[in-house]
């Protein structure tokens, strides 16, 4: 399986037809599918949605350039997860430790928002970059990469019910932690504060260190 869509992937149409208009309108970003990045020796994979507009799509790194990054990086400095100064940029010098981060879809979708044939069509790569190493846990930052995460790992969705703070034991012996998405949104309306995120992120990083 392929790890990452070629930079001019034409799967999804109207993913394609707006990184086309992106590239129009902003053509010094980097407007095309983002690479899943990190450790290749992975012990937890953590996966979001799809990058943003003026974030990962305009620096090429998921979670690079946004507010989502500011806690994301943060957080995993915090708990020793990453090192270096994350400066939003790419070449900013931050390395992740025992960490890969993959969005669900890797191109931009207009209004953050990709539909259900997107989700699927992109799964092949998700499934394609964890199938590169052998991760002991799971990240997922929200329902869509939580659905979409279960599904790659042929894993019945029913049988684990996205909710923040939830833990769940897959089958293949791997530990799934949900977490609420930590984009704006969420941290201005209350929805997930930075004590909840690092209760997560922090009890992800014990269980890898057992």
Known sequence: MTANPPSDCALCPRLAAFRADNRA??????????????????????VGLAPGLKGANRTGRPFTGDYAG??????????????????ERPDDGLVLKSVKIINAVRCVPPQNKPTGDEIRTCRTFLSGAIAQGAPRAFLALGRIAHDSLLSSLS????????????????TGGARLFDSYHCSRYNTNTGVLTQAMFEDVIGRAARFIAD
């Open 25 to 46: 309108l902003y053509p010094t970003f980097f407007n095309a599918p983002v690479p899943a990045w990190g450790d290749a020796a992975a012990r937890l994979i953590i």
């Open 70 to 87: 500011d806690l994301l990086y943060a957080t995993l400095q915090k708990f020793g997860l990453a090192e270096g100064e994350y400066r």
């Open 155 to 170: 894993e019945r969705r029913a049988a684990f019910g996205f909710a923040h703070g939830a833990e769940h034991q897959l």
